[in-house]
């Protein structure tokens, strides 16, 4: 089966209630339009990278705020909540974690910080499974991928023994190293099923998002980053032809069945481009 979830960046503090209402019902009208039934929502924060960000910062709701009004809204959406686990400490993130559970959550994502480089004050993606795992084990957690950082089949390895299930990817360009990892991951795995792997593919309708995107770590092949920077008023339809030959062969894999697709789009003002390409996906891959 051919699966399909959304990301969306949850508004930010200095939206009025009028506006994060209306971002709300925008957002489940498209997801009850395009039959997708589970929204990926990331923990924003001001990160530090090394470097300027292409984009300034503006603080953002907390995930589990933005789910609540989601489910205020009484539709048969699953609200899948990232935590970044290492900024907070321990005792602090299992209590994070009981009011999920107790409020119905029953997946969470885990990520980690952006630079080893860092002094967090809070466990590892590995500590923080391994300690929720033992004492909550009917919650589901999930995990980030990055296909292109080498030994990434032996993380999500050691990922899976300490009890993550399934994996969101960083944002790709191409699939080349998604079939590598997956080979490696298969050869690792011996007899043991592949996890679920949701492939993140985003638009870009700017330069700036572009830049925006290479900021966040994401890696383009350099044909593909040229093309799409060559002209700034094409930029929307080539990364929208890039994005539909990507899905089609993300389900073209040979492991499809364990594949997937985490629709991103970076920028607030990227909705509506998202939503043209899903609507592509759904119609040619879905049919």
Do not use: C
């Not at 039959?35 to 907390?62: A, C, F, H, M, W």
């Not at 994996?167 to 699939?175: L, M, N, R």
């Amino acid at each position: 089966m051919k699966r399909l979830i959304f990301e969306v960046i949850p508004p930010p503090i200095k939206w009025s209630n009028e506006q994060v209402d209306r971002w709300a019902e925008r957002i489940i009208s498209f997801l009850q339009k395009a039959g997708i039934n589970t929204l990926n929502i990331p923990e924003v924060v001001d990160e530090e990278r090394g470097e300027p960000r292409s984009v300034p910062y503006t603080r953002k709701q907390p995930v589990e705020s933005f789910a609540r009004i989601i489910r205020e809204k009484n539709i048969p959406i699953k609200t899948l909540l990232n935590k970044i686990t290492v900024r907070m400490p321990e005792k602090e993130l299992i209590s994070w974690v009981e009011r999920r559970i107790e409020e119905g959550h029953e997946s969470l994502i885990l990520v980690g910080g952006e630079s080893h480089k860092i002094d967090y004050p809070g466990p590892s993606v590995l500590d923080a499974a391994e300690i929720l795992k033992k004492r909550y084990p009917k919650i589901k957690m999930g995990g980030i991928t990055i296909f292109t950082r080498p030994g990434e089949a032996n993380r999500i390895y050691r990922k899976l023994d300490a009890g993550i299930e399934f994996f969101v990817s960083q944002i790709v360009f191409e699939t080349a190293n998604i079939k590598q990892v997956i080979f490696e991951l298969e050869k690792l795995l011996s007899s043991r099923a592949l996890p679920d792997i949701f492939v993140s593919l985003a638009p870009a309708a700017k330069v700036k998002d572009l830049k925006f995107m290479r900021w966040l770590g994401v890696e383009f092949p350099s044909a593909i980053y040229s093309y799409l920077i060559d002209r700034d008023s094409e930029i929307p339809t080539r990364s929208q032809n890039i994005l539909e030959r990507l899905a089609a062969e993300i389900y073209d894999i040979q492991h499809k069945p364990r594949l997937g697709i985490n629709f991103e789009h970076v920028m607030y003002s990227n909705l509506d481009i998202s939503f043209k390409i899903i609507e592509h996906i759904k119609r040619e891959n879905f049919t």
